[in-house]
C-alpha cells in the first residue's frame, strides 16, 4: 500500500490531508479441534471449512453445555458457525429447533443460502431443514413454510411479533414444543426504541415458550460493544451469570493500514471545511483506477446513488469506461433480486467499486475487499470498526480511509486518533420497563396467553400497577381460574397489529404529493420537518411544504427547486416531575448531576431559510402550532452562584451555558450508542426547579429509553471528553465542529465558545485554563 498511500500526493487536488497514519497489524489463525459427527464435518469441509478458530469452539462448548452465549467479535470472524454446528446438532439428534432471529431481510436470505447448503451437504435423512419467514412471503408460501415444520427458522422480530406469537397455540404449536436455541443475531442492532420493543418480544417468547415446556438457550452475536453481556441480558431477559462471553477473536487476518483524511478548511471560512462527499469521491475513484476493489460506507440512500454515478463518470472522463462499467450503489431500497445480484458480483469480483449506506455493514456476505473509505464518521466506534471490518483479503494488506466531516465527532477523532483506535466501546441500551412500550406488550401478551402472578419475574415488579392500571381501561379483563386470579386481553382485534416495532406509539402524518402519499412522519417530527414553508427532500426529489392539516393528520406537498434548506425555531419548558437519583462525579463537590423524570414542552414557533450554499440565514418566519409534551428523562446539572458571577465576566454567560450543553450532547455517541438526534438539550440562566443556572440533556422519546440514563451514568467520561473536544477545536468564535447544533431550535444564538470552555474546566476544578481560550 506504500505507493498507493504515496500517490495521493501526487493528485494536484489533494492538499496532502492525512491527520493520522496507523497500521492495524496482521493475526495468524488460533485453532482447537471439536468433536463433530462425521456427517457434520463432512459437510463443513463440502462448504470449505476446515479447523475450528478457538472463538468458535469455546461458543459450541457453552452451548452444549447448555450456557446461553454472547459472541462479540469483528466483522467477518466466523460468529455464525457458533450457532450453526449446535442447530445442526440438535436437529440431527432428535429433532430440536432452532430460532434464528435478525433485524434485516437481507442477512435472513444469507443465512437461509449458507444454513440450506449445509443441510443440503448432510444428505437426506439428517432432519435438518432450513426456512425463513418474512412479510416478503405470500400467504401460500407462508403457509407452505407451516406444513413442512423446519427445524432451523429464520425471522425478523417484527414477523415474531405479528405473526408467530399471536398464532402460537393455534399454527406454531409444533415449533415452540421443540424451541431448544434462539439465535439474536446482530444484537448490537437492538438498542433505544426498536431494541426497547423487541426486548419485551423476547419477553413474550419466553412466556410462550414455557406454556409448551419449551427450554431454549440464547446465542447472541454482536459487534464489539462496551456490554455485550449486561445488553444481551437486557435484550433477552435472562439474568448475566446465564451467559458466556465469547470475544476474543482468532481468525485470521492481514495487516490494515488506517489513514485518517482531515479535508482542508476553506480559505476565509472559519471552521468549514471541504466537502468530505467531494475528498470521499475522489479517493474511491483513484483506489478503483488503482485495481483496488474499493467500498464507500456513506450515510444517505440518495448520496450512494449520485456518487456512485458521479465516481462512474470521472473514470470515463479518465479514458476508463471499463472500469466506470462496474461501479455499483447498494442500499436498502433496492429489490430483494437486485440486491443478491449486487452482493454475488462483488463476492466474484465483478464489481470493482460500491457505494453504500450502512446496509453492508451487517453480516452480510459479500466476501473481503482490498479498500473501504468512510464518508465522514459513522458515529461511533463499534460502526466504524463494522465498516471497516469488510476491507482485508486473506493475508494481503488492506486499506481503511476515514474521510472527516465538519462536525463535533468526526474532528474529535481527527484531533484524537488514539481514542478510536485505543478508547473504550460505547454501551448499547434499551429500557424494557418504559411504560407506555410495556403496556402495548402486556396486551398482546394477555392476548397470546393469559396474565397471571407469575408473569411478574418475566415483565418486571411494575407488572401489578400496570395490568391494574390497564384493567381500569378496559383493555384487560380479570378472570377467576382454577388456577387463581389471571388478566385476559379484552379488546377488539389484534393489539401486535395496532402497533410498530420501530417507533413509540405517536400519530402519524401523511406527506402528500400530488395525491399520492410518499412518506409519513409521528407528528412530532412533522411539526418539525413538515410545516408550512419547510422544504422536505425525498427520493432526490425538493418538495415545498404547502399545508399541514392536522386535523386530518395531512401535510400537503408541491416539487420545488428550493436552493435553501429550512430549520424550525422553537420554545422549550422543561418541569421536573421527580428527581430520580444524584451523584457528584466532578472536581466540584458543589456541581451534583441529577436525573430525572420530567415534562417537556415544545412549541415551534417559526422557521428559517438558510442559504444552501453559503449557510447564510436569508429569511424568518413565525409559525403558530400547538404544543407538544413529552414526558422523558433527563439528567441536568446546576452551576454554582460563584462560579457564575465569575463566568459573567468572561462573556456571554448564555451563550456559554447554550455551548457547554451542544457540546455535550454532540460528545453522548462517544459513550452510548446513539445518534445525536436522538437526545435534546436546554440550558437556562434560571430554573424554576432548582432556582438557579441549569444545564438539561434529555432522552428524545416518551418514556426514555435509556440513553439519558447511560449518560448521566459515564457523565464525568463524558464531560471530560466534551472538554477535550472543544478546547482541541482552532476556532475562535465556535463553529460545527465544537460548539454549533444543526438541530437547534434558537438557531444556535447566543453561544460563547469561551465562557463554555471556562465551564467546562471549573467542573475539573482547573480554573487556570479557562482564561487562556482555546488550544
Known sequence: MDDIVAGFADRPYYDWQIAHER?????????????????????????????????????????????????STPTASGKSLGYTVPAVERAMDHGGRTLYIAPQNALIADQEESLSDLAASLGFGSRVSVAQYTGRL?????????????????????????????HGHRLWDWFFRSLETVVVDEVHEYRGVFGSHVSLVLRRLARMAERFDADFQYVACSATIGNPVEHASAVTGQPPSSFTLVAEDASAHGPTRWLLWNPPLH??????????????????????????????FTRARQAAERY????????????????????????????????????????????????????????VDIGTLDAVVLDGYPGTRMNTFQQAGRAGRGADESLVVLVAGEDQLDQYVMAHPDALFDGDPERAVVNPANEQLLDEHLACAARETWLGPDDEGVFGETLPDRVSGLTEEGVLARRTTDEGVRWVYDGDGSPQHEMSLRTIGDREVQLQARGDTIATLALSDALRDAHPGAIYHHQGRTYEVTDLDLDRHVATLSPSWADYYTNVLTDKEIRVETDLAERHPFDRDDVPVRFADISLTTTVTGYERTDGTTGETLSRHTLSLPPQTLRTKALYFTIPADLERTLRTMGDFEGG???????????????????????GGLST??????????????DGYPGGVGLVRAGYDGIRDLTA???????????????????????????????????????????????????????
Open 308 to 363: 456512485a454515478q458521479q465516481s462512474a463518470d470521472r473514470l470515463r472522463d479518465r479514458g476508463k469506461s471499463d472500469l466506470a462499467n462496474r461501479i455499483a450503489a447498494y442500499q436498502a431500497a433496492l429489490t430483494p433480486d437486485r440486491r443478491r445480484e449486487l452482493e454475488a458480483d462483488i463476492d466474484a469480483g465483478a464489481v470493482r467499486g460500491v457505494w453504500s449506506t450502512n446496509a453492508l455493514e451487517l453480516g
Open 721 to 775: 471528553a466534551t472538554r477535550s473536544m472543544v478546547r482541541s477545536c482552532p476556532c475562535a468564535d465556535g463553529c460545527p465542529a465544537c460548539v454549533q447544533s444543526p438541530q437547534c431550535g434558537n438557531a444556535n444564538d447566543p453561544l460563547d465558545k469561551g465562557v463554555a470552555i471556562a465551564l467546562l474546566d471549573a467542573l475539573f476544578g482547573d480554573d487556570s485554563m479557562a482564561i487562556e481560550g482555546p488550544t
Open 138 to 166: 405470500s400467504d401460500d408460501e407462508k403457509r407452505s413454510v407451516r406444513d413442512r415444520r423446519p427445524t432451523v427458522l429464520l425471522t425478523t422480530p417484527d414477523m415474531l411479533h405479528y405473526a408467530l406469537l399471536p
Open 23 to 71: 497500521v492495524v497489524d496482521a493475526q495468524d489463525a488460533t485453532t482447537r479441534p471439536i468433536s463433530l459427527e462425521d456427517r457434520l464435518s463432512d459437510a463443513l469441509a463440502d462448504n470449505g471449512i476446515g479447523d475450528l478458530y478457538e472463538h468458535q469452539v469455546r461458543a459450541i462448548e457453552a452451548v452444549r453445555d447448555g450456557r446461553n452465549v454472547v459472541l
Open 267 to 296: 480559505a476565509g471560512g472559519e471552521g468549514r471545511r471541504r466537502s468530505n462527499h467531494v475528498e470521499a469521491r475522489r479517493i474511491f475513484t483513484d483506489l478503483v483506477q488503482r485495481d483496488l476493489q474499493t467500498l464507500v
Open 685 to 698: 440562566p434560571m430554573h424554576p426547579h432548582t432556582g438557579a443556572s441549569t444545564i438539561f440533556v434529555y
Open 657 to 679: 451555558i447554550h455551548a457547554a450543553e451542544h457540546a455535550i450532547i454532540s460528545m453522548l455517541p462517544t459513550t452510548v450508542l446513539c445518534d445525536r438526534r436522538d437526545v
